[in-house]
């Protein structure tokens, strides 16, 4: 299930440092935080979608690196991000 491209292109606005920036960590958590909710909404219909369930914990391992990459090389922009996601 991707996500749809309104969505997709409102977070690379949001989130992007210059133009064109689709690729960094910033932009690639706000994205990979859309996917967990739309893949936690479909879990909540679908319980037994174990397949879906392992792409959702993949999902949330790759959030956590990249936020661990970014509180370690800009602990500011991690706080902002954080605060702005609501994650933590």
């Known amino acids: 299930m991707p996500l749809k ?3 997709k292109t409102g977070l690379i606005d949001k989130f992007k ?3 064109g920036d689709t690729g960094s960590s910033e932009v690639q958590v706000a ?3 859309a996917r967990i909710a739309q893949l936690v909404e479909h879990l909540k219909k679908n319980k037994k ?3 879906c369930r392992r792409g959702l ?3 949330v391992g790759q959030r956590k ?3 661990a990459y970014l509180k370690r090389t800009n602990v500011k922009k991690y ?3 954080t605060s ?3 994650l933590a």
């Open 49 to 51: 979608d174990n397949h």
């Open 65 to 67: 690196r990249h936020l």
């Open 84 to 86: 702005s996601l609501a």
């Open 31 to 33: 994205l990979i935080t």
């Open 17 to 19: 440092q210059h133009a």
């Open 79 to 81: 706080e902002e991000l």
């Open 57 to 59: 914990l993949i999902l």
């Open 5 to 7: 491209k309104e969505i």
